[in-house]
């Protein structure tokens, strides 16, 4: 199904018809972005990578604002917790795990699995109390080295499958876990850039393919695919630069870069980037870079990768943080004339007013 451009809604702003510099106004977008600065509930999100979880120790992160203990149980199975105990709100992630629990540093309370308090050391251990205390617990799920939270707005359970994008565990696929805290970044900052391909050959123009070009002037085609994702991308070049995205709502992207021959034999390098906010300023970005290949050519691919290309991915990655922090959070949308190339930008925020509009979705 295509979207056309009637249906997206560019900002115009008083003053931009008479080639004046419009005066800064306060964009009715903003609130809905500033509704949803900590993230979109109801929905899942990478939160870690595997390899970042160790099996005898926990780990405190802040995403979507709240601040999560992240432990292995004695199944090895990933459980997630609000990082702060019921007895006195002393961080959990300073505990120990024992017993396939999670005991709290200061006082020695423990909790299992689920969350629920089994023992008060100073009452005994098993008592009254503690069959009353619990410690609120997330849905987790652990794919192809990516561990996703659900975070609701009601503890109700997940009404959405976790996203688990096909790639993540085929073992047609291999590649490497990125991973990006991007510091004065707000989430949908971020997004924006991932909708946005007319950025390639601009922002990080001299660096690698990212700079290959047909033209600069080209039209921006958004189409709504079988599954509910969208195709975003250049009428006028494909496979040449960073050319096309496929957005999922609310928070992770498919795109592919073409490879020069140096890059060694397999085809372009795809991206799975799964977005998560940490608090309203920053966010935590991973990007899975894959290829389709097996054997000597990963083996390759992988030498290739550590020897050079990793390095000229991370001058990418400072060209992308750099611009997007130069924006000043949601400063720039006062300030913004959206013109046709951002119907990516367009598309995402219909997306988000939706969601604003659906009482289940309120943070
Ligand atoms: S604060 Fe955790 S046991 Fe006291
Ligand atoms: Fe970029």
């Known amino acids: 199904m295509n979207v ?3 249906e997206i809604k560019f900002v115009e702003r008083p003053g931009q018809q008479g080639g004046k510099a419009p005066a ?22 990478a939160i870690l990578p595997s390899d970042e979880l160790p099996l ?3 780990v405190g992160i802040k995403r979507l604002g709240a601040d999560l203990v992240v432990w292995r149980d004695a199944e090895g199975q ?6 702060r105990c019921p007895h006195r709100g002393a961080k959990l992630s300073l505990g120990v795990q024992q017993d396939g629990g999670l005991r709290c540093w200061y006082h020695g309370w423990k909790f299992d699995s689920e969350g629920q308090c089994n023992s008060i050391p100073s009452e005994g251990g098993e008592c009254a109390t503690s069959k009353r205390v619990r410690v609120r617990s997330y849905p987790v799920e652990e794919h192809g080295g990516l561990i996703f939270a659900y975070f609701s707005s009601d503890d109700s359970p997940p009404a959405v499958p976790c996203q688990n994008p096909y790639e993540l565990e085929s073992p047609e696929w291999n590649g490497f876990i990125v991973r990006h805290h991007w510091q004065g970044v707000p ?14 050959p601009f922002l990080h123009m001299g660096t690698y393919t990212l700079s290959s070009n047909k033209g600069h002037t080209d039209t921006i085609e958004v189409r709504k695919n079988p599954d509910d994702s969208y195709f975003v991308g250049r009428k006028g070049q494909a496979l040449v630069n960073f050319d096309f995205t496929e957005y999922h709502f609310p928070n992770w992207f498919r795109l592919d870069i073409p490879y020069p021959w ?4 397999g085809g372009p390098m795809r991206i799975l980037v799964l977005v998560c906010p940490i608090d309203a300023d920053s966010c935590q970005v991973y990007m899975v870079r894959k290829r389709k290949i097996t054997g000597w050519k990963w083996w390759l691919w992988k030498a290739l990768w550590h020897i050079r290309l990793e390095k000229k991915m991370w001058q990418v990655i400072d060209q992308d943080v750099a611009i997007l922090s130069s924006q000043d959070g949601t400063t720039c949308l006062d300030h913004e004339s959206l013109v046709q190339s951002d119907a990516g930008i367009a598309t995402m925020r219909k997306l988000f007013r939706e969601a604003a509009q659906a009482k289940e979705d309120r943070p």
Request: proline share 8%.
């Open 187 to 200: 989430w949908i900052r971020a997004m924006d850039n991932l909708i946005d391909p007319i950025h390639g």
């Open 24 to 45: 800064a106004r306060r964009n009715p977008w903003k609130d809905v972005e500033e509704k949803f600065a900590l993230g979109l509930r109801n929905h899942w999100y």
């Open 262 to 265: 140096s890059a060694g034999p």
């Open 78 to 83: 990933v459980r997630v917790f609000e990082d």
């Open 4 to 6: 056309s451009t009637s």
């Open 56 to 58: 005898d120790k926990p």
